[in-house]
């Protein structure tokens, strides 16, 4: 009894195809592979990202934190300087010689302001607050503001001559310029009169 070809073992016409499936199914393994490899790729850039984000949101959180506690007084010490001034003006309206020749009770209360001024100078140090008082320094726009440039001899140009009103500093932050007056230097010297031709 002979058989159909048609109807014939199935397997031998399926194993035709296998090659043909398998390449398929290894196209359709790459592609998803791939695939695969870049959404991987990309979750790792955006983790990446992420982490850099928050490594910089911790590091401006840490600096605005530190700079809240350094700078939090800055009001109230800019507000404190009118007194520090007062005391200073009041210490400096008693001439030396007549200190000398000052009664107790007078001296005493010299003493008294001397050290309120220098306690209140301790206790705005104790919050970062440092006086700026750059007598015989270079000018530096930054801390000092120029009242007026004047001739000084014994000062070279450019440096501070004198200080009209100490300033004050807060952490790295000026919290008043110094008020200063800055040497031009010597006074030139005048010219010698020009020596007119004798005539003959």
């Given amino acids: 009894m002979t058989q159909n070809p048609a109807t014939e073992d199935p397997n031998l016409e399926a194993g035709a195809d296998a090659p043909e499936q398998a390449a398929n199914t290894e196209a359709g393994l790459a592609t998803q592979l791939a695939k695969l490899q870049t959404e991987r790729d990309d979750l790792k850039d955006k983790l990446l990202r992420t982490l850099a984000e928050m490594e910089n949101l911790r590091r401006r959180t840490e600096?605005?934190?530190?700079?809240a506690k350094a700078y939090a007084?800055?009001?109230?010490?800019?507000?404190?300087?009118?007194?520090?001034?007062?005391?200073?003006?009041?210490?400096?309206?008693?001439?030396?010689?007549?200190?000398?020749?000052?009664?107790?009770?007078?001296?005493?209360?010299?003493?008294?302001?001397?050290?309120?001024?220098?306690?209140?100078?301790?206790?705005?140090?104790?919050?970062?607050?440092?006086?700026?008082?750059?007598?015989?320094?270079?000018?530096?726009?930054n801390l000092h503001q120029a009242m007026f440039e004047a001739p000084d001899a014994?000062?070279?140009?450019?440096?501070?001559?004198?200080?009209?009103?100490?300033?004050?500093?807060?952490?790295?932050?000026?919290?008043?310029?110094?008020?200063?007056?800055?040497?031009?230097?010597?006074?030139?010297a005048?010219?010698?009169?020009?020596?007119?031709p004798t005539q003959h």
């Fill in 190 to 196: 005048p010219e010698p009169p020009a020596h007119e």
């Fill in 63 to 67: 600096r605005e934190i530190a700079d």
């Fill in 154 to 188: 014994a000062i070279a140009k450019g440096l501070v001559s004198k200080v009209v009103q100490i300033g004050y500093k807060i952490g790295e932050r000026v919290l008043r310029p110094a008020l200063v007056g800055v040497s031009a230097g010597a006074p030139k």
């Fill in 73 to 141: 007084v800055t009001s109230f010490a800019r507000d404190m300087l009118g007194s520090s001034d007062n005391l200073r003006r009041a210490l400096e309206s008693i001439p030396a010689d007549a200190m000398k020749a000052a009664d107790a009770a007078t001296k005493a209360l010299h003493e008294g302001v001397e050290l309120t001024e220098r306690e209140l100078l301790k206790t705005l140090e104790r919050h970062g607050v440092r006086q700026i008082d750059p007598q015989g320094e270079k000018f530096d726009p």
